[in-house]
């Protein structure tokens, strides 16, 4: 069983970034990070850290996407401005996940937790912003579970509490 940290949208606040780290590092194997961090690339927070570039990370040399395998799965990371995904719109995302053979797919962008289960393989995944929420959702990050190369569960977290979130969760 691995266990991943996924977090987005923090923009400069490396306060809870770090909270956040230093609250899981002793249970995750992974942390993703779906870019505006607006932190720069050499930053000793982002050590370890699998980053992509956001829209507000200006001139600041992350990748604008990653591919990752874990435990035999396919990881595919982005942060979802050039493929101008939207709450209600992920099909450019959705296309290109396909293509790269993607069996997750992590991004931000929108600010709004949300999870799309396209097919029994592939789940689209976007942590929520640990800023600056949208959508009347509390500042959130999400922790994924894979055993036997698959995803076995999405949990979504209150970046205050660190309490786990019923309703988001899935």
């Not at 942060?79 to 959705?94: C, E, F, K, N, S």
């Not at 931000?108 to 949208?134: A, C, F, Q, Y």
């Not at 995803?151 to 988001?168: F, M, P, Q, W």
């Amino acid at each position: 069983m691995k266990r991943l940290l996924v977090m987005s949208d923090t923009h400069r606040d490396r306060q809870w970034l770090e909270a956040v780290v230093e609250r899981h590092q002793s249970d995750v194997d992974a942390v993703f990070h779906c870019g505006d961090s607006e932190l720069d690339t050499d930053d000793p927070l982002l050590e370890g850290i699998t980053i992509v570039r956001g829209n507000t990370d200006f001139e600041i040399d992350f990748p604008s996407f990653q591919m990752t395998t874990i435990d035999n799965l396919t990881i595919w990371q982005t942060h979802g401005h050039l493929l101008h995904v939207t709450r209600d719109d992920q099909q450019a995302l959705q296309a290109a996940a396909k293509e790269k053979g993607a069996d997750l797919v992590l991004y931000g962008h929108t600010h709004i937790p949300n999870v799309d289960h396209i097919d029994e393989k592939m789940h689209i995944v976007n942590p929520g912003s640990l800023l600056m929420p949208r959508g009347g959702y509390e500042p959130t990050y999400c922790i994924i579970t894979i055993e036997e190369s698959k995803v076995k569960a999405i949990d979504y977290y209150n970046r205050n509490t660190g309490e786990r979130n019923e309703s988001l969760s899935v």
